[in-house]
């Protein structure tokens, strides 16, 4: 892989949280959440990091984003290392990698009318003048199937699915290049769930965006990455292309996931 | 059905509106609040009677027709110096109320933006504050700066502050939780603007209650100081003061002390009515289900 | 034997903006030691049906129908009765293991108040018995003791002790209302495996409340599929799932992605079911899912099509269903 063709580049991760102290002068006891994380992510490449509740797959998600500060290691972007980054060039990097959050009615809020809070990166990051604002942002509620006149109202307005939509608008709203999506599908009812993937599938392909999917639904990564990396206590135990890790797992955790999903037309529990 | 309190703000207020109307509480002590500032505002411009119109010859008359609720021990008008010693409660009150939110608020949220170190200090000086009795305290105060109208806002001021802190503070950590400010951090916006643009708007509803409950309080402590004496200064009028001066007088003129008495029960009643009526309403849990 | 029969269900809820009928015309039987998924999207009346049965749907429900289990009219009985069914007979599982259980008493506790309320034990002879249960339901002394606290146990292990709580009593039916939805994979897993054993070796019969297709055909015997607060399809879980006649079913399966076998090729997308389901005040007066339906013709408009079988484990309400040949769409 050249240099260029690098978007996302992950080295040696590693984060620790402070417990609450046990006694009053001993150090806190500390948690691992990361551990020793390393990952590399081509521009156009579908990454999916899969794992159980406590693996740190969200915990990785939010530190690539830099809202979490690791213990050691290195994430760059663009070229750029996020952590070595005045707030000015942070600021700038920002625009390249915009997030896809899980709970739709948690990630709006619901004070604020869909046009604001689809343009709210554009407020932060970018000095656009009003018109090209509001074309952006018809721009965008465009590609994500919504109508222009939805910009004037709430959320509560609107299904957990075109919740999700005007979530991911927001995302695209300064044409980035990575959309890192933290379960953004989990949340949602099966027929709404399937039409988000598409829409997912549909935007990579007309804008070239990469994608880091953060999942704990290996049905749902298997439709959507082209990579799978598996997590576990903040490790890594797995790496590979999607139907290699899907066709022949490799790792026992893998063989053990896999195994776990409950598949119709597979074996049943209760006949009466 | 997964909709549950969540409304467009105008539908909000309005929904307000129609269950507010509902609660005898909140009728009740929006009433009183109500008659309470209109009465204010009257005696700014008319009172029955002049307000310090001295009548030796009428002193001490029960009520009357021409003397509504009687005269005072210089003959002067009670009624009209209850309405003019309204505007002084509302005044002293709202300037220390303001005090209290206007630095506590932006020290709460400043703590629950920043954390770390900048918590510490802030939560320890509230600690300090909550740790003397507060009346006491703001005798101590008057003492110090001596007695007048200014001190006494200074006084009951300071120690409003720790109770918007601490509220604001507590509010805005799980808010800072949520995913909404998350995005707004991977937008790129900076605490203060999150601040500003998130966090403040989605409190501000507890904020409205707490101000109105701090307002009932700062009447009573106002009072309090002005019957010690280290309030509001003679000659401007005070239920405080009135109180006092009706002290000596009780078996003579009991009404003297009656009516000041039941001006500061009944707004301190209807403000808290009114802050407990809101309370129930801006509650989400208590919002309307589907 | 036919242990619980629910007959023309309706249960409608006063909203500021009228009344919203949530379930319509529910019918269904459940034999004693019998499995039955109930399947269906959020706001398709699942949840509601199970509240309904426990007698525990809020205040502003309106219902109407028969609830008879083990020969009693439930709807028609004083909330002192239901008290001493609940729990006893008639037993629930809850989606969110942590806010099931208290989190200030001890797990041994928990389990072992059921047994004092309702059959009178004593304090120690209920403890002995709770001991047993966690024993059987996974969590065996000395590595769980009866005296740890919720907090201190995982999601799964939690989940095992708000089984331990519904099986204390030895009730006759077990609701489990999206049992798994909260828990990781391998967790779900586990908790799956036991509810099918327990059940199965009590002879308890098991209404199991879930959105999901797979996990219907792994666990039930029989299944009934929701839509809109209407029954749109129901039969042997294996018959259901061979023909899925009603374009709801087959469209919802289609829609899963855990139902391919391998990634869709480059350029293919998901199935998915257009729109959304419509407002419970505002339904239309046709089929519930004409508004959606690919296979939708004039005929669907003026009334809900009754439910006719197809044959004797298998029935559907709709009038153009789909043939099994036909595949997925």
Known sequence: MSGDDVLLKVENLTLDYALPRRRLFAAPPRHRALDDVSLTLARGESLAVVGESGSGKSTLARTILALEAPTAGRVTLCGKDVFAASPGELRKLRRHAQMVFQDPYGSLDPRRKVGWIVAEPLDALERVGRAEKLARIAEVLGSVGLKESDADRFPHEFSGGQRQRIAIARALITRPDLIVADEAVSALDVSVQAQVLNLFMDLRESLGLSYLFISHDLAVVRQVADRVIVMRDGKIVEEGETEAVFGAPRHPYTRALLAAVPRIGGPRRRAV | MSELGRSEPAAVWREYWTRGRGSAAFVFGLGVTALLIAVALVSLVWTPHPIDAIDIPNRMQPPSADHWLGTDLYGRDVLSRLMAGAVNSIAVSLVAVGIGAGLGVPLGALAAARRGLVEEVVMRFNDFTFAFPALLSAVMITAVLGPGAINSIIAIGIFNIPVFARLTRGASLSLWKRDFVLAARVAGKGRTRITVEHILPNIASLLIVQMTIQFALAILAEAGLSYLGLGTQPPAPSWGKMLNEAQTLMSLAPHLAIFPGLAIMVTVLGLNLLGDGLRDLLDPRLRRQR | ?329
Not at chain 3, 12 to 35: H, K, N, R, Y
Not at chain 3, 115 to 141: D, F, T, Y
Not at chain 3, 286 to 305: E, I, K, N
């Open chain 3, 1 to 329: 034997m036919t242990l619980l029969s629910v007959t023309d269900l309706c249960v409608t809820l006063d909203t500021p903006d009228g009344p919203a009928p949530i379930l319509q015309d529910v019918s269904f039987e459940l034999a004693a030691g019998q499995s039955l998924g109930i399947v269906g999207e959020s706001g398709c009346g699942k949840s509601m049906t199970a509240l309904a049965l426990m007698g525990l749907l809020p205040a502003q429900a309106r219902v109407a129908g028969e609830i008879e289990f083990e020969g009693e009219n439930l709807l028609a009985l004083p909330e002192a009765q239901l008290c001493n069914i609940r729990g006893r007979r008639l037993a629930m599982v809850f989606q969110e293991p942590m806010t099931a259980l208290n989190p200030v008493k001890t797990i041994g506790f928990q389990v072992a108040e059921g047994l004092r309320w309702h059959l009178g034990l004593s304090r120690g002879a209920a403890e002995a018995r709770a001991v047993k249960l966690l024993a059987r339901v996974g969590l065996p002394q000395p590595r769980f003791s009866p005296d740890l606290y919720p907090h201190q146990l995982s999601g799964g292990q939690r989940q095992r002790v708000v089984i331990a709580m519904a099986l204390a009593c030895e009730p006759a039916l077990l609701i489990a209302d999206e049992p798994t939805t909260a828990l990781d994979v391998t967790s779900q897993a586990a908790i799956l495996d036991l509810l099918a054993e327990v059940t199965e070796a009590a002879g308890l019969a098991l209404l199991l409340i879930t959105h999901d297709l797979a996990v219907v055909w792994q666990n039930t015997a029989r299944m009934l599929v929701m839509y809109a607060g209407r029954v749109v399809e129901r039969g042997a879980t294996p018959a259901v799932f061979e023909r899925m006649a009603h374009p709801y079913t087959r469209g919802l399966f289609a829609a899963s992605p855990g139902a391919l076998e391998a990634a869709l090729p480059a350029g293919r997308r998901l199935a998915t079911i257009p729109g959304q389901v419509p407002d419970p005040r505002h339904r239309p007066a046709g089929c519930v899912f004409a508004g959606r339906c690919p296979r939708v013709q004039d005929d669907c408009l003026p009334a809900q099509p009754a439910e006719r079988a197809l044959d004797a484990a298998h029935g559907v309400a709709c009038l153009h269903p789909c043939l099994e040949e036909e595949g997925v769409p």
